[in-house]
């Protein structure tokens, strides 16, 4: 059993920052593939990025590219997603996510573990 506690979300002018982080229990954390999704309102929930265990490799959607940055710190037990350059359409709830295996998966129907989510909201 995995619980994830999101947290570091707010409100930013665009082009500024935030630092979102991903708090687990568990003792399988470092078994897990860990990702963050993000859900604006009256959209599907769509994925954002991921980080593998083992080798901790990265994937991201097209549109945060060089922008977002996601890592993991499995001592700690804990996700990040560093986000720059802030755009009005990176508004949303964002949700972090973890799923047994190496991954990644792309789609919100692979994942068992979810968070509550942390709102985004970027002014323009």
């Known amino acids: 059993q995995v619980q994830l506690v999101e947290s570091g979300g707010g409100l930013v002018q665009a082009g500024g920052s935030l630092r979102l982080s991903c708090a687990a229990s568990?003792?399988?954390?470092?078994?897990?593939?860990m990702t963050w999704f993000r859900q604006a309102p009256g959209k599907e929930r769509e994925f954002v990025a991921a980080?593998?265990?083992?080798?901790?490799?990265?994937y991201y959607t097209d549109s945060v590219k060089g922008r977002f940055t996601i890592s993991r710190d499995n001592a700690e037990k804990m996700v990040y997603l560093q986000m720059n350059s802030l755009k009005p359409e990176d508004t949303a709830v964002y949700y972090c996510?973890?799923?047994?295996?190496?991954?990644?998966?792309?789609?919100?129907?692979?994942?068992?573990?979810w968070g509550q989510g942390t709102q985004v909201t970027v002014s323009s």
């Open positions: 996510a973890a799923e047994p295996g190496s991954g990644p998966y792309y789609s919100p129907p692979a994942y068992r573990y």
């Open positions: 568990g003792r399988t954390f470092s078994l897990q593939t």
């Open positions: 980080i593998s265990r083992g080798t901790s490799s990265t």
